[in-house]
């Protein structure tokens, strides 16, 4: 019988073998431990593979320093591989400590990881165009259901006036209306100074600078002002919608609203939107007077127009309908804000990824939906004449 | 196999919150190889000594060891490896909401040792899934389809994903029914003596207290109160100690 020793690695861990024949012999040493478990997982693949023949294999645990669940787990695996391989597979010389956790790992991983195949990506891109089509349609859904839950509680709400939550609206009155107005005046002078400014340069050649004053009056009155205003409200407080209902949802506390025989839409969803309602028409109306504060200011500064030229010209361009089309679309724009906001709130699930997915699309959504009911509007004012 | 060697070990500890100390001069050991159950009423500061010990919140005096080094006095790195070495389960498990169960377990390995082969990250995942007695198809999950005593077994399987030498349990057994709770016990002491760790969990659990802990720690305004298996605990005469552990909720669960 002829005898050959193998070393497979130096090292703190190491796996010594014997073969004698068809019976191999396999010594463990050192720390067999998660810091080692790199090598020992080379170490022990490479051993399944050199030792293919035999039929006998004896795993000695006797000069094992340490163990833990990774070690263990590889002297598992070596003992599967080898026993696969057909041979008979024995651990021997295992301490009192250790035995527990090698008998504890030959019973897991069992069941085959049966990872099939991924699914086709052109079935899987095809599918995710479906759901996406679908999740449009189900969010219109959602959409049309709070606007009728909000009309129900609106009527319940005039019946009974008492029902309102009067703290509550004011309360969202002050953080979605009065604590926007800085930042909205700000940007709304900076929009009107800006497209006056642009006006002024371009019309100069033409020697009509007069008519800076027409254009600044009409798109800031019947746009640009509400749309500006509408962009930053949903930004601003809509995104604050969709993570407040979202919360409360992730901590059940709307379900604690239910059963409490509370309405979720009459406590948190109609005094948000009361708020939103009120608030924007507002805003428009500030942001279109700092929008024309700030085109008088540069007309002056800049184009040299004096502000009793500016503000004769802005009453002989302003006429009544114009000032009204922009503060007429604005409660409707700030009903479709809330109402998408409220509805990405209650759709947050567990996770805080969902969250956060919420919020954007709540932004993006009503952002998108502010400007297509724009455009309906352009269309509907035209028509009647406006 | 407990020895009297400590692996934490808590020195003159104070920890406070504005004006008040919540933790008054503090000393306590916790040995290698036991289970310590930790006690005291609700908001006397059990899970602030949990959290101080793994350095989420200041202390404002005191020393606190773990395997013999001064937590206040390492660098960043020896930090680091003394963090691998303890697993924290949280109260309400806190595992990662945007993760599954797998990736859950998973991360502590994957961040810690970059080398590891991904295949042996995943087996040894789902050998630690299955040793906290969860099924293998749990693992595709998402934390929030999973049950209370689910979230608890894989909170707990990711606090073991590293072959920690000390685990923190806070409240292990709170919010899960008696054959549950009595499970997971079981679980805690099967693992404990599998994988040699030593634990240090905080409950409210007479019943935990009763068939797992080696040693038990009472805190009460502030100060440790009584230190000792729970049959010196049944025997105090102390008023705080006869009314925990002889109240009409104790009874059933002690005799």
Redesign the interface.
Known sequence: MHASRGRIALSAAALTGTVDGERVALAATGTW???R??EL?QIVDAAAGRYEKARSVDIDLAKLERL???GA??IE?LNRAFTAQGANTRIVNSSE?DR??ID??R???R?P?KEADGPNPILLALDSIGRSVAEIGSSLVLLAHLLGALTRVVLGTIVHPARLRVTSTVHHLERVGWRAVPIITLCTFLIGAIIAQQGIFRFRPFGADIYVVDMVTVLVLREVGVLIVCIMVAGRSGSAYTAELGSMKMREEIDALRTMGFDPVEVLVLPRIVALVLAVPMLTFLGAMAALYGAGLVCWLYGGMTPDIFLARLREAVWLPTFAVGMIKAPFMALLIGLVACVEGFEV?????SLGQRTTSSVVRSIFLVIVLDGFFAVFFAAIGM | ?TTNEPVISVRDLVVGFGPANVLDHITLDVLRGEILGFVGGSGAGKSVLMRTIVGLLPMRHGRIEVFGSDLAALNDRERRSIERRWGVLFQQGAL???LNVQQNIEFP?REN?K???PR?I???A???L??VGLQ?DVRKK????LSGGMIKRAALARA?A??PDIVFLDEPTSGLDPIGAAEFDELIRTLQ????LSVFMVTHDLDSLHAICSRIAVLSEGRIIATGSIETMLASEHPWLRSYFHGKRARPALH
């Open positions: 431990t998660a810091e478990a790199s997982e833990d669940t990774f787990w590889l695996r400590t527990g956790l504890e790992v019973l897991v991983n069941a990881a699930d567990g996770s805080a990824a | 196999m990662f909401s945007s390995i040792l080398k590891l082969s042996l995943e087996e040894i789902l050998a630690k299955e040793m293998p998402y934390p929030s389809e073991l590293l072959d003596r599998t994988l040699g």
